[in-house]
């Protein structure tokens, strides 16, 4: 799973070895990829590393090796890419999510042609018996009405973010937990807006 950012700068350097026989420098990735400082390269430099896809010989100039199994890989598989909008809790709650420029790849049998989408990484256990752990991308389809039921990305009160399970009673919303160690908390209709449903989950081991 590659960010937009690491999947270009992958293509870069197996285009760029492919037509010269060498790996670019620091200040050629950055140049090629409108990163403002090669501190910037270096850090998506190690997490393609650290994901499989390259690896880099110690103490040499323009020493690379590319995983071409993975590489390969990732070029068969059909993805799609969709805005990452950083952390959303999983325990409690933390501030409203912002907008962000990052995308991320995903498989494209998660989405629909017909929705928008949104990825977020999970921080906390608090849905742990659902199978949702600190850690996981959850992929979210847009959405602002839910079915109870329903694993849900909420507003409360315009400033704090919550993943839970969405049961609507006659005069208020409860948004559920699956952790016994955690409570469910009760909120008039007015106070929660639904940003969207689970779609989809990865995980990395």
Do not use: W
Not at 21 to 41: C, D, N, Q, R
Not at 150 to 155: K, N, Q, S
Not at 158 to 164: A, I, P
Request: with cysteine; proline share 3%; aromatic share 8%.
């Amino acid at each position: 799973m590659l960010t937009l950012k690491q999947k270009k700068l992958l293509d870069f350097i197996n285009e760029y070895f492919s037509s010269y026989g060498i790996f670019p420098t620091y200040e050629e990735m950055k140049s090629a990829l409108s990163v403002k400082s090669k501190s910037g390269i270096h850090k998506l430099i190690s997490s393609i590393e650290e994901r499989g896809f390259i690896t880099r010989i110690p103490h040499k100039a323009r020493a690379l090796k590319i995983n071409q199994d993975m590489y390969t890989k990732s070029k068969k598989n059909t993805k799609e890419y969709i805005p990452f909008l950083g952390k959303i809790a999983a325990g409690n709650p933390i501030e409203a999510i912002s907008s962000s420029f990052e995308k991320i790849s995903v498989p494209d049998f998660l989405l629909s042609s017909n929705s928008d989408y949104f990825a977020l990484e999970v921080t906390g256990d608090s849905m742990k018996n659902d199978g949702i752990c600190d850690g996981d991308i959850v992929v979210i389809k847009k959405k602002e009405t839910a079915i109870s039921g329903e694993i849900v990305v909420a507003l409360i009160d315009d400033n704090e973010v919550t993943l839970k399970k969405f049961r609507s009673n006659k005069n208020s919303i409860a948004l559920e937990p699956a952790n016994s160690s955690y409570k469910t908390r009760i909120f008039g209709p007015e106070r929660v807006k639904i940003q969207g449903i689970l779609a989809g989950l990865i995980r990395k081991f």
